[in-house]
């Protein structure tokens, strides 16, 4: 049985400091054994890390399109951002990736696309965030939940970690997969454990973001 952390950041993520093997280690103790490293606008870091992990490293990448984010899974390069959300879905699945939507109703200070959006692409999503530790308010999970349940969507969750403490504050328990299909469908039977995160930890990803410009 795996615990899945579905939305984890590195170093390589402008506003993330956590180097991949701390990563590996904080999984270790957490019991985290699956992550889908999603870095913001490179897919750099989650394909090293699927090299040197001694557990299973989903490649994927958080992408800022025009009208928000969208997180592609299952990745074998970069994506870049400020692109369309239309031409970035295209991008994920040229590469045979899954496309997963983050905190889609987390807006406005959170980038998530919001509810007119995610009818009109409907038809392109093949996952839906619904627990994110990092959402401000339990309303944006609530409204998550039933979007993907009323469009049958699979249902993803993740601590948004951008910090080591972070990791494994939330995770899905799902079986083992082989593959992006397997994937999807032991994702559909899997069991959400998720909790909020004090907002104390949030200014972290600022003073990340402060040191690499500096």
């Not at 750099?44 to 969208?70: D, S």
């Not at 009109?120 to 993907?148: G, H, M, Q, Y």
């Not at 972070?166 to 082989?178: A, D, K, L």
Request: aromatic content about 6%; charged content about 20%; glycine content about 8%.
């Amino acid at each position: 049985m795996l615990r899945a952390d579905l939305h984890i950041h590195s170093e390589y993520s402008n506003d993330c400091v956590s180097k991949l093997e701390a990563i590996i280690r904080r999984c270790q103790v957490t019991g985290i054994n699956c992550v889908a490293i999603a870095d913001h606008g490179t897919a750099n870091g989650a394909l090293k890390m699927q090299k040197i992990a001694p557990f299973t490293v989903i490649v994927a990448e958080e992408i800022m399109t025009r009208q928000g984010e969208v997180i592609g899974m299952f990745l074998k390069e970069t994506i870049p951002n400020n692109i369309p959300l239309a031409q970035a879905i295209t991008r994920i699945h040229e590469q045979d990736g899954l496309v997963c939507i983050p905190h889609p109703f987390d807006r406005p200070n959170r980038s998530g696309l919001g509810g007119k959006v995610l009818e009109n692409i409907a038809n392109d999503i093949d996952i839906i965030e619904v627990f994110n530790s990092r959402s401000p308010l339990p309303w944006f999970s609530v409204t998550s939940r039933k979007f993907a349940d009323g469009h049958g969507m699979a249902k993803s969750a993740g601590s948004d970690a951008h910090t080591l403490t972070e990791i494994g504050s939330t995770y899905i328990e799902m079986s083992e997969f082989t593959s992006k299909d397997d994937f999807l469908k032991t994702l559909k039977q899997g069991r959400i454990q998720g909790r909020m995160l004090n907002y104390l930890l949030f200014p972290g990803s600022l003073v990340a973001r402060l040191r690499k410009i500096i």
